[in-house]
């Protein structure tokens, strides 16, 4: 499996922005999809996830209300969409997938994920 992710930019505080992350195969046929973002100077952190079989998804609480994972599967997609972006939003995002069915409480772990996106870099002015 091998995914691109895309989508990033410059964009002014309250803007939205959506994240593709594009991928080879059928890798958000019936797995498990998250977003993760790495500031600068800061650790990787858990954005959004989403068993889809459960169609549940998992936010941060920052993202939550702002954010939204939902996947293409006839196109292969999955999405980020995100809104009223925040300075604090500024960071790389990467998208992520494994071929496990991940529960509710191990969406937010990054090595639970197996493949993943290069990153794409949003970053938002105030």
């Known amino acids: 499996v091998q995914l691109q992710a895309f989508g990033g930019g410059l964009v002014q505080a309250g803007a939205s922005l959506r994240l593709s992350c594009a991928a080879s195969?059928?890798?958000?046929?019936?797995?498990?999809g998250a977003w993760f973002r790495q500031a600068p100077g800061k650790e990787r952190e858990f954005v959004a996830g989403?068993?889809?079989?459960?169609?549940?998804?998992r936010y941060t609480d920052s993202a939550k209300g702002r954010f939204t994972i939902y996947r293409d599967s006839a196109k292969n997609t999955m999405y980020l969409q995100m809104n009223r972006l925040k300075p604090d939003d500024t960071a790389i995002y990467y998208c992520?997938?494994?071929?496990?069915?991940?529960?509710?409480?191990?969406?937010?772990?990054?090595?639970?994920?197996?493949?993943w996106g290069q990153g794409t870099l949003v970053t938002v002015s105030s």
């Open positions: 989403i068993r889809w079989a459960s169609n549940s998804p």
């Open positions: 992520a997938t494994t071929q496990r069915g991940l529960i509710f409480s191990a969406l937010d772990t990054w090595n639970n994920y197996d493949y």
């Open positions: 195969g059928r890798a958000f046929s019936s797995y498990t």
